[in-house]
């Protein structure tokens, strides 16, 4: 069975259906990419206080330095802005992550469950985008308030967050 070639309004139809369609697939394809556009190209650096859950082995390169970190109430996005969750909390929820180390942090003198205050970088612009700057390690006996923070509990006008007891978070971090 032979086609016959579209004529007139029906080949200009046809053609717009097929751009419309290949623009959608593009804005699709490029919506479900992981790479999100960095609209901001600053370097921020923040200081947290977190306890080691690992310590990178010496012997194994892609082993990782991961932290159990408190609350960082002013922490800025690949766009620009402060983050907020879903449940309306500003900042970075406390949460378990591995951290890169930058150049020249040793935290192999670390043991887990330590509690340490990190100094890190972030440029989303680069890859890794955040590492370890610095940390120093804090006494002893020095309790992390690592729970979810509620959006009715956060107080704006106080960056400085008071420590209750370390608990672990329940759900999503």
Not at 9 to 30: C, E, H, M, N
Not at 51 to 76: C, G, K, M, Y
Not at 83 to 103: E, Q, T, Y
Request: aromatic share 6%.
């Amino acid at each position: 069975m032979m086609q016959t070639p579209l004529r007139g309004s029906a080949a200009v139809v046809a053609i717009g259906v097929a751009l419309l369609s290949a623009g959608l697939f593009g804005v699709i394809a490029t919506g479900c990419s992981d790479e999100e556009e960095v609209v901001v190209n600053e370097v921020r650096t923040y200081t947290v206080r977190a306890r080691v859950l690992t310590v990178p082995a010496e012997s194994d390169p892609t082993s990782e330095f991961q932290l159990h970190h408190e609350h960082i109430p002013d922490f800025v996005g690949k766009d620009g802005n402060v983050v907020v969750s879903k449940s309306g909390v500003r900042g970075m929820k406390p949460m378990i992550m591995p951290f890169p180390l930058g150049p020249g942090v040793d935290v192999h003198e670390l043991k887990i469950a330590d509690m340490i205050e990190i100094e890190f970088v972030v440029n989303w612009s680069r890859k890794p985008a955040f590492y370890i700057t610095d940390f120093v390690r804090l006494p002893e006996g020095t309790a992390l308030n690592t729970r979810l923070i509620e959006p009715d509990e956060v107080d704006e006008s106080d960056d400085d967050q008071e420590s209750g007891d370390e608990q672990e978070p329940a759900g999503d971090g």
